[in-house]
């Protein structure tokens, strides 16, 4: 067990530890996430997950095989 006693920075007040509040993003973490980075070079052409969910939703459309 460390025996030395737990220092706080001076640049860190104890208002502004205090002021923290646990938990905050806890159900977001578990819900989990699917995060996908896009290339640079398709930015232009996916801006956002709006156009990314648009265009992956028009490709299953047209490749989709249906038994």
Known sequence: MNSN???LRE???ERLI???ERGKHVK???EGTN???IAPDL???FPDS???NKALREYLEQ???NP
């Open 5 to 7: 006693k737990d220092q």
């Open 11 to 13: 640049e860190y007040s």
């Open 18 to 20: 205090k002021s923290g």
């Open 28 to 30: 977001r973490f578990r």
């Open 35 to 37: 995060m996908v980075l």
């Open 43 to 45: 930015h232009e052409f």
């Open 50 to 52: 709006e156009a990314v």
């Open 63 to 65: 490749h989709q095989t």
